[in-house]
């Protein structure tokens, strides 16, 4: 069989932030947190963007998975998509045959997919598969996959923390086989005040580097999302271990740049596009949006290469709540392919732009 290296994410019911007053690294004393995770649930959201591309079903196929119900190996007679991100490289979405039939299984192997592929590449680069489970249970990283167990999944997302979590697992996949053990790495532990936080000092070996990479992300990226207060923090924290992952040279564009898929355009004030829901769907969406004043909207539907395939509304709208819904086909009445769309709402000031997931 082959040997576990999976590392879960703990839950930890209550963490403590400790303020920080003084100005330099000296001020601290203990690790400020719990466990990284649940700093900020908008650091990465399900409204930022996607490689996520294409996902295609290639039927059934024994695979070995872990199962952390059994807290075993299983080997299972799993469905098995392909899964492609424009940035480069594949993932192939291993579903446990639970699931029922394939296109249960292709709801949450795309899921996933457009999940994982809201990840910087950096974290994706040893991620060869994506295992999913149901069950309530921690996700893992490790072994060139990531472990999903779609009843903990309800959870993070309830508390707004999936996307937190996969950059924990995903750094374990992809990071800690280089960095763990490292010299450079166990110098910054050793520079540094402070572990970041419980977890990452009872486990400095297995869980400093996942633990230490989502506030590298936050501070470096999500200044913007985070208080001052929380930046402050974590750069006093751990300053040495910032500046080792700052010299990585690792591909961060997803999270720096923030475009991947989105097509760009001025962000106007006068209105808000919300997510659509349900997301991914299947026979039809509804996407909501708002105008702070009236104004001339248009909406479009497009696919992954900026082709116009549907008008949904173009008209003037008094301020207010509204809502346009798409049935997944062109503006010729063909149904479109599973995949990737982004909905886009322009008026005289800008455009905003979000993705959706048509899975059916």
Known sequence: MPRLTLFPTVFIALFILFPLTASGPESVVDPPFGGTIFLDPDIITESDPTVFQDISYTGQGQRTIFDRRTNN???????????????????????????????NA????????????????????DMDAIWINKGVQPFGGGNR????HTGQSALYEADGILEETLVHELAHTSLDGDHALATGWVAAQTSDPEF????????????DVAESFLPYLAVRYRADRISTN????IEQTIPARIAYFDNLGLDLD???????????????????LDQNHPNPFSRSTTIPFTTAEPTQVRITVVDSTGKEIMLLDDRFRNAGSHEVSWNGQ???????????????????EGSVTKSMVLVR
């Open 73 to 103: 190996w299983e080997v299972i007679n799993a469905f098995l998509f392909t899964i492609t991100f424009s940035d480069g490289g594949t993932a192939e979405a291993q579903v446990n045959p639970e699931f029922g039939t394939s296109d």
């Open 106 to 125: 292709l709801v949450a192997a795309t899921k996933y997919g457009v999940e994982t592929g809201r990840m910087p590449k950096a974290l994706r680069r």
């Open 145 to 148: 996959s990531v472990l999903i």
């Open 196 to 207: 970041i936080s419980t977890y990452a000092r009872d486990y400095p070996q297995r869980e």
């Open 230 to 233: 929380l930046k402050n923090i």
């Open 254 to 272: 997803l999270i720096s740049n923030g475009t991947a898929n989105e097509l760009s355009g001025e962000v106007p004030q006068s209105i808000s």
């Open 330 to 348: 062109d503006v010729q009445g063909r149904t479109m392919p599973n995949g990737v769309y982004f909905y886009q709402i322009s008026s005289p």
